[in-house]
């Protein structure tokens, strides 16, 4: 646990002695870095975010530039493969009373908090943009459409039913 929390240090921001102006932040992320987190959306991965912090008297406006490749496992083939992975993500962090969270966008924080841990938003972000369908890229190529795989011989048996239908009824369906 001692070695988790020191590695979570490497993510932190001292923000008590911060001059009210802009300040530019880069960490480097590799495989080391989605270990510390026991959900693992990602196992394996490697890049840099880069982080604008605007820091003003009432709150400190956060810019993350995600840039980072990510190891998935296909859900077609079960195949692993590297996704590239480009965002653009912001947080408000609006001083207050006490900590609590808004929204996804904003979270208030103590006015004499020291510093801020950067980790969980950015673990949070990654993982916010891995694709719902994670797909090879082998499999680019194909149609995405909804084909039909299956099919079954219903429509001939509609038609065999057709012409036993009694008479009476097949006037009714003309109607339809």
Same mark, same amino acid.
């Given at each position: 646990?001692?070695?988790?929390?020191?590695?979570?240090?490497?993510?932190?921001?001292?923000?008590?002695?911060?001059?009210?102006?802009?300040?530019?932040?880069?960490?480097?992320?590799?495989?080391?870095?989605?270990?510390?987190?026991?959900?693992?959306?990602?196992?394996?991965?490697?890049?840099?975010?880069?982080?604008?912090?605007?820091?003003?008297?009432?709150?400190?406006?956060?810019?993350?530039?995600?840039?980072?490749?990510?190891?998935?496992?296909?859900?077609?083939?079960?195949?692993?493969?590297?996704?590239?992975?480009?965002?653009?993500?912001?947080?408000?962090?609006?001083?207050?009373? $006490? &900590? =609590?969270?808004? #929204?996804?966008?904003?979270? %208030?924080? /103590? !006015?004499?908090?020291?510093?801020?841990? *950067?980790?969980?938003?950015?673990?949070?972000?990654?993982?916010?943009?891995?694709?719902?369908?994670?797909?090879?890229?082998?499999?680019?190529?194909?149609?995405?459409?909804?084909?039909?795989?299956?099919?079954?011989?219903? $429509? &001939? =048996?509609?038609? #065999?039913?057709?012409?036993? %239908?009694? /008479? !009476?009824?097949?006037?009714?369906?003309? *109607?339809?």
């Amino acid at each position: 646990m001692g070695k988790t929390v020191s590695a979570l240090n490497d993510y932190n921001i001292d923000i008590f002695k911060l001059s009210n102006e802009t300040h530019n932040y880069q960490f480097e992320i590799d495989s080391a870095f989605f270990e510390l987190f026991p959900e693992q959306i990602v196992e394996q991965g490697a890049g840099s975010v880069d982080i604008e912090l605007i820091k003003s008297d009432t709150l400190i406006d956060l810019k993350f530039d995600i840039n980072v490749t990510v190891r998935l496992e296909c859900d077609r083939s079960l195949e692993p493969f590297d996704h590239k992975i480009t965002s653009t993500r912001g947080l408000i962090l609006k001083f207050g009373e $006490e &900590e =609590e969270e808004i #929204d996804d966008e904003m979270v %208030i924080i /103590p !006015r004499d908090k020291q510093r801020i841990n *950067l980790a969980q938003y950015i673990y949070e972000f990654i993982g916010l943009a891995i694709p719902m369908k994670k797909l090879h890229p082998k499999f680019d190529n194909e149609d995405d459409s909804d084909e039909i795989v299956y099919t079954s011989d219903k $429509e &001939e =048996e509609k038609q #065999d039913n057709n012409e036993a %239908i009694d /008479p !009476r009824w097949q006037a009714l369906r003309k *109607l339809k």
